[in-house]
């Protein structure tokens, strides 16, 4: 490919591009497919209102944020037993709890009988809990369900299911039969402060003159949770952490080596119609899925790459033509599909 890229976004009208992806999809001899956020968030996986205040409400109130992925960070610098509080929360609810809409599921409908091969930087694990086979996956950026040593002194991850259950417990959540993290219902997502002083109705918090901040004790539903349960690296005894590549601390442990070399097998042994179906990425690491589905198809006469994107459904020019562009909601473009 040129190292000029022009973009574009036309590749045909919506209800030609959907006609063209049906039939692709039917002759597909194999079908790659990349996902990013967008597909989760398709999927009813939102950062911020409704899922943020049901769960958050009370770091919101203390800290000013106002979205899980913000928070992430704003809690790195809190106590530990506090940073884990937050983070037991949106593991448990990102990795854990079902999704809200069946997107993953519709997919899974659409290529279930193809040989396929699924590429992701979402961390959620959304694809195998949705039915996809776990030897056709290969999670680039970790999974909220493990953790590593935050050195890291080795390299292996650790199932972090039993501890974050734990961890909410003693918040004082609840679990529903399915699985939904419950706020009791006396519970309540609000900083009570020590001595008499409640949260004014209208938000702001002020520390009272010689006043703490106790985000322990009032209301039945904690900030913290007790030192015993933060997680510490079994061999070295330092903090554990997630394992999320977020700087070159990552682990790539020996069960991402083995999808990392699937995914390269896969890529080398198919032949005839290739199909690069490219699920909500954006332009944050590009390189990963959207540049190397550019490459792939413009090296191959006889493949096609699909975008379907909300707001950002566009191509290089150069391979327009084996293109196909949708721009809108992936759920409801997979519905069009089905
Ligand atoms: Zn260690």
Redesign the pocket.
Known sequence: MSSRIRITRSTGTHDENITRLKAALAEADAVVIGAGAGLSTSAGFVYSGERFEKYFADFEELYGFHDMYTGGFHVMQLAPEVTWAYWSRMIYINRYMNLPKPVYEKLYELVKDKDYFVLTTNVDHCFQRAGFDKKRLFYTQGDYGLWQ?S????QKTYDNEETVREMLLAQGFAFGEDGTLEVPEDGSLRVQVDGSLEMPADGQLKMPAGGQLNTSAGGPLKMEVPSELIPR?P??G?PMSMNLRSDATFVEDEGWHQAAARYDNFLRTRAGKMLFLELGVGYNTPGIIKFSFWQMTDRDPDATYVCINYGEASCPEQISKRSICLDGDIGEILDELG
Do not use: M
């Open positions: 040593c050195k890291p002194c080795h690296c061999v070295c330092e």
